[in-house]
């Protein structure tokens, strides 16, 4: 394997899961797409350094260098950093934030220390205790279709600026990675088709392909190493 992962839920609302890893030797891996953002601390090559990543509307294949280690903090959509718009960060546009000495880094204004996998919690709300985190409601109202005033054109406008895709997308993306899980925990291929709403195998293809960056039947054996893929809260995004 040349990435091995970690992970464990968070206490955090802001948060959706806490992960860490390590490479064992150099690489290419496929970055699957999210719909999330995430903090990354990076040690590599003798350097540590934080870095705010968006969104991801398409798989992509990602350089790993050797003995690497990672700790990311994976956000829930509709959280967002009002001074880092997700809309800006999509795509690997991503921003790294000053070193200072290795121990900490530079945001706002002020020195924080580096997160570590087991305090991940504590440091997100520090940040949310500075207003350098937001949430925005009508993101969970409308993953979660509770009723509201809201306009459905309402909350596809906040969607979409709170977590820097649409709702359209992050439904694509979502059913791509839960389908997946599914192939990767042993279903097959025609009962994915069928669970995850697809038109038909052809359908499922492209969508994997587009968004996990293998095709259905090299996920189902195993093929290449993914980022990290772990079993998708339930949302009800269509």
Not at 61 to 88: K, Q, T, Y
Not at 198 to 206: C, G
Request: net charge positive.
């Amino acid at each position: 394997m040349l990435i091995a992962f970690e992970d464990r839920p968070s206490d955090s609302p802001l948060v959706e899961r806490v992960w860490r890893s390590r490479s064992e030797q150099a690489g290419s891996f496929h970055s699957m797409a999210s719909c999330n953002w995430v903090m990354v601390v990076s040690r590599v090559n003798g350097r540590v350094f934080m870095t705010v990543r968006g969104p991801e509307t398409r798989a992509s294949v990602a350089e790993c260098p050797p003995d690497g280690e990672w700790i990311g903090i994976h956000f829930r959509l509709g959280s967002f950093m009002p001074e880092f718009p997700n809309r800006a960060l999509r795509d690997r546009n991503d921003s790294t934030l000053p070193d200072l000495s290795g121990l900490s880094f530079w945001l706002a204004g002020s020195a924080w220390e580096y997160p570590s996998f087991d305090n991940a919690d504590v440091f997100v709300e520090r940040l949310r205790s500075k207003g350098l985190l937001a949430s925005d409601p009508y993101v969970r109202s409308a993953l979660e279709r509770r009723p509201g005033s809201s306009s459905r054109r309402t909350e596809q406008r906040h969607f979409l600026r709170a977590s820097g895709i649409t709702q359209v997308t992050a439904r694509q993306i979502e059913r791509a990675r839960r389908a997946a899980y599914c192939l990767q925990n042993g279903l097959p291929i025609l009962q994915v088709v069928h669970d995850m709403g697809y038109f038909d195998q052809a359908h499922l293809s492209r969508s994997m392909q587009h968004f996990i960056g293998r095709t259905p039947a090299q996920v189902a054996r195993g093929e290449g190493q993914l980022s990290l893929l772990y079993k998708p809260d339930e949302l009800r995004l269509d």
